[in-house]
């Protein structure tokens, strides 16, 4: 039995699939992004869509939630990162560098011209940490406003 469950996390460590046929990072980060929406559910947003590519030509885009705010008639497009545990050398958006900014700035284009959404938008990171398995309590940091676009079109900064 122990060299069983070695094994599986040796498969896992390495990146292979799961017995479901599932990469085991794949399944932290779906369930990371369970978290986030029900986080963003309990807090009045309601979920339009997850996991969405919005281009047939860059299968790279995606978005992995996009909610509206009513209070704010406001779409919101949220990446959701998922890690560990926090250390003390951490930084908020740490995984959210030049290139994933560049694509996410994309999808969220692509996104706003297939739904003809004219309204405000703007765009939030929402962080887990923790992990399925744990015993730990769910660490998340919800960092809104993010900005992605030079100008500030339809995007809503309100703290300008």
């Known amino acids: 039995m122990k060299s069983e469950t070695k ?5 896992a460590a390495r990146g292979e ?8 990072s794949v399944a932290r980060g779906r369930w990371g ?7 963003l559910r309990t807090r009045g947003y309601t979920i339009v869509e997850r996991n969405v590519r919005p281009s047939r030509l860059d299968a790279r885009l995606e978005i992995d939630i996009v909610a ?12 959701v990162k998922q890690h560990a545990r926090r250390t003390e050398y951490d930084t908020l958006l740490r995984s959210v560098n030049a290139r994933k900014r560049n694509l996410m700035r994309r999808a969220c284009r692509a996104w706003l011209r297939a739904n003809k959404w004219g309204g405000a938008y703007r765009f939030d990171v929402i962080e887990v940490y923790g992990e399925p398995e744990a015993r730990r309590r769910v660490e998340i940091d ?3 406003r993010v900005r992605l676009f030079s100008q500030p079109s339809g995007f809503v900064n309100w703290n300008d």
């Open 17 to 24: 699939r799961t017995p479901a046929g599932e990469n085991p």
């Open 33 to 39: 992004e369970d978290i986030a929406a029900e986080w």
């Open 68 to 79: 509206y705010e009513r209070a704010h008639d406001t779409m919101v497009f949220v990446e």
């Open 142 to 144: 919800h960092v809104e």
């Open 7 to 11: 094994g599986r996390a040796a498969d």
